[in-house]
């Protein structure tokens, strides 16, 4: 079979196709399209010259596909539904939507963003459940453009081609230590506050962060004596011990309470860093998928 051009193809034919797959009676799938039988009759006979293939063969208990015809039935009932859904009015109601998405991030986005979501999402679109994967990397995940996962929420190096973005907030850190410690007293300089053993927190699992960087560029050292890979474990970890670290604002104002440790301005120049959404482009015409990406937004700039 020549390559058709698919402009040259009535598509009408494929719905038939379709009809006559699923039913495998030319009658039945006449009623089905509402045409009459000696119009399907010649819609098979079109589909036949088409293909250049019997396609259906007549048996005692209908019509049976041929092998060439199940080939076809897949690609050709996916195409179907492609065309109809981009036939299909995008208007839709939230709260009668029932559909779970994926989204890849870390700890620190699961603390911050989940819960007020939750509350979001009970209360507007109950249908709507989330599954939450690990991602702590700041590169962005290779699942987004095979749909594997919707979207990607955190701290990202850049966003890859066929990628969208979108910026829910920005984020600094602060000087978190146990409740008394000394590093919370006084005048604090970089070099008294480099002089204590610190916690490093790391997703990658790098040696060093953002502190070491700031204090390399004063000729400062600072000794790292626990790496962690979750933020959320770090206040408890301040709060039994003399170590020091460095936790992002939301993280810190919501659990140094709980944890029995204080805060204060770090005495570095750490620039913020900015969290944000990606998804992948294919998805943008997704009108419950943009939805919640509004959702989250609304709910990250509440912070």
Not at 97 to 108: G, H, K, P, Q
Not at 110 to 119: A, G, I, R
Not at 138 to 161: C, H, K, W
Not at 215 to 244: K, N
Request: glycine letters at 6%.
């Amino acid at each position: 079979m020549a390559h058709a051009d698919i402009r040259a193809v009535n598509l009408n034919l494929l719905a038939a196709f379709d009809a006559l797959l699923e039913e495998r009676n030319v009658t039945r799938a006449a009623s089905k399209m509402g045409v009459t039988q000696s119009a399907m009759s010649s819609s098979l006979a079109q589909l036949r010259l088409l293909f250049e293939d019997p396609l259906f063969r007549r048996t005692p208990r209908g019509i049976e596909p041929t092998p060439r015809a199940l080939e076809l039935g897949d690609p050709i009932r996916r195409g179907l539904g492609l065309f109809d859904r981009a036939l299909t009015p995008r208007s839709f109601e939230p709260r009668s939507e029932s559909r779970v998405f994926v989204l890849a991030t870390s700890d620190y986005v699961e603390f911050v963003l989940l819960p007020p979501l939750l509350k979001r999402l009970a209360r507007e679109a109950p249908g709507v459940r989330l599954e939450v994967r690990p991602w702590g990397l700041q590169q962005v995940p290779r699942t987004l453009q095979s749909g594997e996962v919707d979207l990607m929420i955190g701290f990202y190096n850049e966003v890859p081609a066929h990628h969208a973005e979108t910026l829910l907030f920005d984020e600094h850190y602060l000087c978190i230590a146990r409740k008394g410690h000394p590093v919370l007293k006084g005048s604090l300089t970089a070099k008294r506050f480099a002089a204590y053993p610190h916690l490093l927190v790391s997703p990658q699992g790098d040696s060093s962060g953002v502190v070491d960087q700031a204090l390399r560029e004063l000729g400062l050292r600072r000794r790292t004596a626990l790496t962690v890979a979750h933020f959320l474990c770090a206040p408890w970890i301040i709060a039994d011990t003399d170590l020091v670290t460095a936790l992002p604002e939301r993280i810190a104002r919501r659990l140094l309470g709980a944890a029995a440790c204080g805060m204060r301005e770090l005495p570095l120049k750490i620039p913020s860093y900015t969290v944000g959404l990606v998804q992948s482009k294919d998805s943008l015409g997704d009108p419950l998928l943009s939805w919640l990406t509004t959702v989250i937004r609304e709910v990250a700039a509440d912070g």
